[in-house]
């Protein structure tokens, strides 16, 4: 990649002063710092920024995690959550003025992993995981740490979660007893037997008193997954099968065109609001039960239990669409070390520890038991709130955000209905079909403006054929000619030039 602004020129030209004041790390979170035991005082102490929100008993857990790591790798922990809404920005100015920290949090989302490897930020760890985080390393496929890797090293470790996206419908439980319709929903195998069930549905909801329509957005139906694709950027996709990685418009394919025409007749039979955005958001329209399906959703172990603590009612789910291992899937949350931390080999050791001890992990994750947690079933893993508190978020300490900090798999259980449902998703991930592209990043720099205007044509031609509102067979060749006169054959061919390079580099 490209290093126009690095971290390193930007002292030289700039120096510290100019650009930190009044935004050191001191400025960015209310948590108190933590004494430690007098064995602890002079320690290395890693210090460890991420997003979320504060929690009030967080010193307790702190502390209790430095007791562990000292033990085991010489080192204690701080903890420092900066406020969502702020965090992106925040470690931005942190990370370019060069203030001081260790690990770090980082994602294509948020405080963007493949620009912080672009300007230095990140340390290059791949030669230091399998010797001090040996764990870890192998808890993973190769192929998997591929999805990581940037102009050949990887500068972040990988938070294990489902990686892969099985789409497909979920549709509550009573409606689909009520319509007699559960066998043919178990044995559906593409979204166009989805209609016949969409139908009933209808009927039922046309009789209901609190049901509106049978679903709410059309569009999830037309993500890339869905039709055997790895998105690699914007509309530009590979067949997950096509070993020779050839890059392909998925506007011009013909899974696009079945897709808008299967999404289109549903919007014309009724089964969705002609504007849903008027019914507020797609969530508070489910809460509310005013729908029936969602026609597409990651469909993974427990996400059934997800599913209902959200909607409020029991729902039945079909994966539909092939469980895929795609960069974007598997770097979605990511803990990197800082370029410039004394402590590198420490930190990587951190990341052995949080990713392969569960008791740590869920430390960190749950707090400490006894005080902010109880098991409700230990033999299963289960645990309720601690001193029968009504929830977690009453004992003190409860980020849940268990993703962010490493392997999900070791978490321990809060609902019942859970139970199981990791090692499961394990397998899902491990059995999974990697991408032809798996670890290919696309570096958009040559085509910026193309990019650019390219994004302006898909909202406006687009967007409106993926909700259905318009007929297929006009609005695709009208979206396709928009496309190439906003430059998209030029933005394909240099992706092609860059995968081609990738893939003979890798060989």
């Known amino acids: 990649m490209n290093s126009k602004f690095s971290r390193r020129s930007f002292l030289k030209s700039a120096g510290l002063a100019a650009l930190a004041g009044g935004f050191g790390l001191s400025g960015l979170s209310g948590i108190k710092r933590v004494s430690a035991s007098d064995h602890l005082q002079g320690l290395p102490r890693l210090l460890y920024l991420f997003p979320g929100t504060p929690q009030a008993d967080v010193a307790t857990v702190q502390a209790a995690l430095s007791e562990y790591m000292a033990e085991r790798i010489g080192a204690t922990i701080e903890l420092r959550a900066i406020d969502w809404g702020a965090f992106n920005d925040q470690i931005g100015l942190i990370?370019?003025?060069?203030?001081?920290?260790?690990?770090?949090?980082?994602?294509?989302?948020?405080?963007?992993?493949?620009?912080?490897?672009?300007?230095?930020?990140?340390?290059?760890?791949?030669?230091?995981?399998?010797?001090?985080?040996?764990?870890?390393?192998?808890?993973?496929?190769?192929?998997?740490?591929?999805?990581?890797?940037?102009?050949?090293?990887?500068?972040?470790?990988?938070?294990?979660?489902?990686?892969?996206?099985?789409?497909?419908?979920?549709?509550?439980a009573d409606v689909l007893e009520a319509i007699g319709a559960a066998d043919a929903f178990k044995a559906l195998t593409g979204y166009a037997g989805l209609t016949d069930i969409l139908a009933a549905a209808k009927d039922y909801v046309d009789g209901d008193d609190i049901l509106t329509h049978v679903t709410y957005y059309l569009d999830p139906i037309m993500v890339p997954e869905n039709w055997g694709f790895d998105p690699v950027d914007g509309l530009l996709v590979v067949k997950s099968t096509d070993a020779s990685a050839q890059v392909q418009i998925f506007s011009e394919t013909d899974e696009f065109r079945q897709g808008a025409e299967l999404v289109r007749s549903w919007l014309q039979a009724g089964f969705a609001p002609a504007d849903p955005a008027t019914l507020g958001s797609g969530d508070e329209a489910w809460a509310a039960g005013l729908f029936a399906v969602r026609v597409s959703d990651i469909v993974k172990p427990g996400g059934n239990a997800e599913v209902e603590a959200r909607w409020g009612v029991p729902v039945a789910s079909r994966a539909i669409a092939e469980p895929l291992l795609t960069t974007g899937s598997v770097t979605a949350t990511l803990n990197g070390v800082s370029s410039i931390s004394a402590n590198r080999e420490l930190a990587v050791k951190f990341l052995e520890?949080?990713?392969?001890?569960?008791?740590?992990?869920?430390?960190?994750?749950?707090?400490?038991?006894?005080?902010?947690?109880?098991?409700?079933?230990?033999?299963?893993?289960?645990?309720?709130?601690?001193?029968?508190?009504?929830?977690?978020?009453?004992?003190?300490?409860?980020?849940?955000?268990?993703?962010?900090?490493?392997?999900?798999?070791?978490?321990?259980?809060?609902?019942?209905?859970?139970?199981?449902?990791?090692?499961?998703?394990?397998?899902?991930?491990?059995?999974?079909?990697?991408?032809?592209?798996?670890?290919?990043?696309?570096?958009?720099?040559?085509?910026?403006?193309?990019?650019?205007?390219?994004?302006?044509?898909?909202?406006?031609?687009?967007?409106?054929?993926?909700?259905?509102?318009?007929?297929?067979?006009?609005?695709?060749?009208?979206?396709?000619?928009?496309?190439?006169?906003?430059?998209?054959?030029?933005?394909?061919?240099?992706?092609?030039?860059?995968?081609?390079?990738?893939?003979?580099?890798?060989?």
């Open 353 to 507: 520890l949080v990713n392969t001890d569960p008791v740590f992990y869920n430390t960190l994750c749950k707090g400490l038991q006894g005080v902010h947690w109880d098991w409700a079933d230990e033999a299963s893993l289960l645990i309720k709130p601690a001193g029968g508190a009504a929830s977690f978020g009453d004992t003190g300490y409860a980020p849940n955000t268990d993703w962010m900090y490493g392997n999900v798999f070791n978490s321990y259980y809060t609902d019942p209905t859970q139970v199981g449902a990791w090692p499961e998703t394990a397998a899902l991930n491990r059995g999974a079909r990697p991408s032809p592209v798996l670890g290919f990043t696309f570096d958009r720099a040559a085509v910026d403006t193309e990019v650019a205007s390219v994004a302006a044509v898909v909202d406006e031609f687009a967007n409106p054929i993926r909700g259905g509102f318009v007929d297929p067979a006009t609005a695709i060749p009208a979206l396709n000619d928009a496309l190439q006169a906003a430059g998209i054959g030029a933005i394909r061919d240099e992706m092609q030039r860059q995968v081609d390079a990738w893939l003979a580099a890798k060989a």
């Open 95 to 172: 990370n370019a003025s060069g203030e001081n920290y260790d690990l770090g949090f980082t994602a294509p989302w948020t405080n963007n992993y493949y620009s912080n490897v672009d300007q230095e930020y990140l340390a290059p760890i791949g030669d230091l995981l399998p010797d001090l985080a040996p764990g870890y390393w192998a808890s993973m496929t190769p192929e998997t740490w591929e999805a990581a890797r940037v102009a050949g090293n990887i500068y972040a470790g990988i938070n294990q979660q489902i990686f892969v996206k099985p789409f497909g419908p979920y549709i509550r």
